[in-house]
């Protein structure tokens, strides 16, 4: 299975229009039929928009009732709802991930030079308190949140906010100009970064804003808020504490994901504007719950007891697969297949951007990253980690990619010490102290720390691994498990030796977030000050970076100016290229085939569903079309 973009996908058509609806009467779940019939909720033709969305199923048409229930873990989990429950941008990615198709939005229109994209809404539509969803609330967002000077508070990433502007034409027409051209745009928006545009209702998030609220502090202190900026951030961003913030969503959330409650709940959406082919409105399902977990140890006792109906969020690993297998029967689910969009399990990124000159120096020799690199035994790693699935790797575009590059994947994997010693005693590291760890060429013993996040089990034993590895080369890797937090303040601090994480951007998450190929972002811990320099040339911590850095930053701000999926294409390869040429970044093992456990009962659960974060898998599948079956 190769998976490609298509022309839709690279915005380069003028319009994504939305198929026509058909005419015919539609029908609504039982509970929400009495409702109406109390004269306590509107009637279905009052609460659809006068053009829903028909989502056709992934197996059959569904049938009404059941609740899903999956696990959360900790307090901060926000994670694992964006996937399931509040994927619903303007423009989504289809379950193939080949396209963008209309979601929220009907319909948009986009300019050959990708610098103008007008949205035409569905008339009707409303939120899930009733109240209209209209263009007023894009413009809210846009103008009120995210280029607002006094906000304080996170902005969704993947936007350049300085390069856009946004207008409310109408009530149903909202319009996106930008300064200058990016062919990324629609794709940013499909991604799991495009929600947020939909999520911040106006009528119910001004209230924490002084322009409109002049008591919008004393608002945010009464809900334990320290200023109204930060009200705004915890309440109507991407975070699930406030369960009274109206939604768009295909369930409305009961209780808030605060750290109190141990289950969060949600309860269908009245309002929600998708129905089946023979007009049922969307969800099937009643509810959700999600169980808040203190480890993902107690996560997998979930899933093997069976309490878990669909989820592949902490336990999925290659480690836990042999007893969830095992577990089948009497847990009553199955398992389905997934397409990790990641292309490692474990990649190596050495500072190259260190404020020490001497390692600056020593990381920044392409013939020591590639000696380090054919001193590692992926085989082992496979054999001993993975049970023997995957394949040596590095950080480059999986098989599955239409940029897949065999040279590019393979170099400096296969396993050769004597080969890598003879590499660093031709560069210059050829002199050991009396413990036999190598010198630099300035005299200093060769010793690299690193910090690996506590919670990332697999990431720990394949660095245990490498320090026994590089130890045969005479470098001495000081591995210390720490606290996730302290990892991220450690490199995003520009003080690290060397910085370890999985490999995002192995499929159509690399066109996005090429982070591993060229220092692009705050996650570039291989040049991080280098990436500094891309996001803001006059920011703190940036530096100019060489030629070939700078570079691949070139050509990925003409990839993001064309509407030309062709010119895209052409202008990627040439940014892996230099990625290629430059080796910045060791890779371990490509991972294998993921999974996700699925309740038996379950119907139209995705099979071989790509699953990465920019497109985050389950949602595009459009899981409001779960259903229980007989």
Known sequence: MTLKRTAALAAALTAILAPAAFAQDYSQAPDLEAQVGAGTLPPLAERLPEVPLVLEPLEEVGKYGGTWRSALKGTGDNGWIRRTLAYQPLLAFDYEWSKVIP??????EANEEATEFTFHLRKGHKWSDGEPFTAADLAFVFNDMMKNPDYSGERSQGFDWANMTGEALDETTFRITLERPDGLLLQQIASVNGPFLVQAPKHYC???????NPDADKAAKARGFDSWSQALERICFTYFTDEKRPTLNAWRQVTPY????QLIEFERNPYFFKVDPEGQQLPYLDRVTMVQSESAEDILLKVINGEVDFSNRHFATVTNKPVIYDSQEAGDYRLVSTIDARMN??????????????????????????????????????DVIYAGQGEPFQAAPRPESEFYNEEFAKQYTDFDPDKANEMLDAIGLDKRGSDGTRLDTHGNPIRIQLYTPSDQVELNDIAQLVVGYWADLGIDLDQRNVERSFVYETFQSNKHD??????????GDAFLDPRYYFPLNNESAFGYKWAQWYINPEGAGAEEPP?????????????KASADPAEQADLFRQVLDIAQEQ??????????????????????????QPYA??????????????????
Request: negative net charge; glycine residues 10%.
């Open 498 to 507: 060397l910085h370890m994480w999985w490999g995002d951007g192995g499929l």
């Open 258 to 261: 605060d750290g109190v409650n």
């Open 613 to 630: 974060w920019i497109y985050p898998q389950p949602g595009p599948m459009g899981t409001s079309q779960f259903f229980y079956k007989d």
């Open 583 to 608: 080796f910045w970044v060791i890779g371990t093992v490509l991972p294998a085939e993921g999974y996700a456990v699925a309740k038996n009962n379950l119907g139209n659960v995705p099979e071989a």
């Open 345 to 382: 399990t474990g990649l190596l990124q050495l500072n190259l951007t260190h404020e020490d000159p001497a390692r600056r120096e020593l990381y920044q020799n392409r013939d020591f990253r590639a000696a380090l690199s054919m001193g590692i035994d992926r085989q082992e790693i496979i």
């Open 103 to 108: 979601n929220i939005a009907e319909s948009v």
């Open 206 to 212: 001004s209230q924490f804003v002084p322009s409109y």
């Open 547 to 559: 030629e070939a850095p700078r570079k691949q930053m070139e050509l990925y701000n003409a990839l």
